[in-house]
């Protein structure tokens, strides 16, 4: 019998066995998608174009339910490292005020304690030393250094992005992936987990394609299918086939920010900018310049949490769906209006003249109505789902996962990946995942 199964080979699952592999464990990475190479999508500007999940073959939604929350537009990458490939390498830390909500003993791995470092900085000091020294918060464009000067001036705690990046030339970068570094003999593809079910003569089998699979047995299972790909096995495990609909909440982050087209020059590398956290929006203030036909785009954009009393429920049984109720939509206009707050602001400040309107407005329509009107800023909005942030369901310290990750009525079977998250804050969640993927397996018998 295999030692651990981890099912998932996004950043979550390969992040697990990396730490796997320096302990010397037993294991196998299940994905359900091809291999198609480990290489980040930013490195080949032949791919780049996959960013749009639309173009991407790899890309299969999780629910495709038009007109709802998490729809056709939300899911995942179903290839070999998943998401992790497209990821653009932000790393910001979860604020304190959101940490504070976390159990104390996963606080305390995170930030560590009386002078010993924590999972957040050795996660941090990995990634520096991956990427051959290089701070994250360093400038790798003359424009992110000049920008960074120009906000603080401004009054901003500016700061070049902290990004996981490697700079290639003329242009293209890459940002980190634990995938890289696992050998290919560990990780089978093709092969769906649809459930994972207890032995009787201990340990679990999980159940691929729908049964149309063989069946494969571990002792130990670590489950990094994606927030809602982990609530559905925790479910199906915990309560089996042909259940009443059982509720979880789930958030991702809210997003709004201005474009304008500007005079001016850009090298090949977008330059980046984390211009702070605003408190009243509970948002990261993050803007950025990239070339643009023969002048300059400049994005500012606010990512801010879906708080609590915010979140969105998913309804797992016989079928999966996710709701956003009335009060939930209240708190989220709430916070929307704080973000144009924050970006009404950020034009007052820089000079900027904007055209704020109060109706959703998609990036790609602020884009043309910015094109039409240079020198206008126009704001746009993202929706709940389109950020591939989702997080929560299957809090640490919860109601189905204790404060080591470990599933409380499933001894053996281990959770990771934004689903952990208790509260997401208004960082995304990739920097977090890394430092929980060791956590967890610290944690694993």
Not at 73 to 100: K, M, N, P, Q, T
Not at 134 to 158: C, D, H, I, N, V
Not at 372 to 386: R, S
Not at 403 to 413: D, T
Request: charged share 25%.
């Amino acid at each position: 019998m295999l030692d651990t199964a981890v099912i998932g080979s996004g950043m979550a699952g390969t992040a697990v066995a990396t730490e796997l592999e320096r302990l010397g464990r037993d294991y196998i990475v299940l994905e359900a998608g091809p291999h198609q190479g480990r290489a980040h999508i930013a490195a080949d500007e032949g791919s780049a174009h996959l960013a749009d999940p639309a173009q991407d073959p790899a890309f299969t939604p999780f629910l495709a339910q038009p007109g709802t929350p998490y729809g056709p537009l939300s899911g995942y990458r179903r290839r070999v490292g998943g998401r992790s490939l497209y990821w653009r390498g932000i790393c910001l830390r979860i604020e304190d005020d959101a940490l504070r909500e976390w159990p104390a003993e996963v606080r305390r791995a995170l930030l560590g304690t009386d002078g010993e470092p924590g999972l957040y900085a050795r996660t941090e000091a990995a990634l520096r030393a991956w990427s051959g020294g290089t701070r994250l918060t360093q400038a790798r464009t003359e424009t992110e250094e000049a920008m960074a000067k120009e906000l603080a001036g401004l009054g901003y705690p500016a700061v070049p992005t902290p990004r996981a990046i490697r700079t290639l030339g003329q242009g293209r970068w890459e940002a980190y992936s634990p995938v890289t570094g696992l050998p290919s003999e560990r990780i089978r593809t093709g092969h769906r987990v649809s459930a994972v079910r207890k032995r009787a003569e201990g340990g679990y089998s999980l159940i691929l394609d729908d049964g149309d699979g063989p069946a494969l047995d571990a002792r130990h299972v670590v489950l990094c299918a994606g927030t809602v790909g982990n609530i559905e096995l925790v479910d199906g495990l915990l309560h089996g086939q042909h259940r009443e609909p059982r509720r979880y909440s789930l958030v991702d982050h809210v997003a709004c920010g201005m474009l304008v087209v500007e005079d001016g020059r850009h090298g090949a590398m977008e330059s980046s900018v984390h211009a702070g956290f605003d408190a009243p929006s509970r948002s990261n203030l993050i803007v950025e310049r990239q070339r643009h036909g023969s002048g300059v785009l400049m994005d500012a954009w606010a990512m801010g949490e879906q708080p609590p009393e915010a979140a969105s429920t998913v309804l797992v049984g016989d079928r999966t769906s996710i709701v956003l109720e009335p009060p939930a939509l209240a708190a989220l206009d709430a916070v929307r209006r704080e973000q144009r707050n924050l970006l009404r602001e950020f034009a007052r400040r820089t000079g900027l003249k904007a055209r704020f309107r109060e109706e959703y407005v998609s990036f790609d329509e602020a884009l043309a109505q910015a094109e039409a009107q240079p020198g206008t800023a126009v704001v746009y909005d993202a929706t709940i789902g389109e950020l591939d942030h989702e997080s929560g369901g299957l809090p640490l310290g919860g109601e189905h996962v204790d404060v080591g990750g470990q599933l409380r009525e499933a001894p053996g079977v281990a959770v990771a990946g934004p689903c952990l998250i208790p509260r997401a804050g208004a960082a995304n969640p990739s920097l977090t995942t890394l430092a929980l993927a060791r956590y967890v397996v610290q944690h694993m018998g």
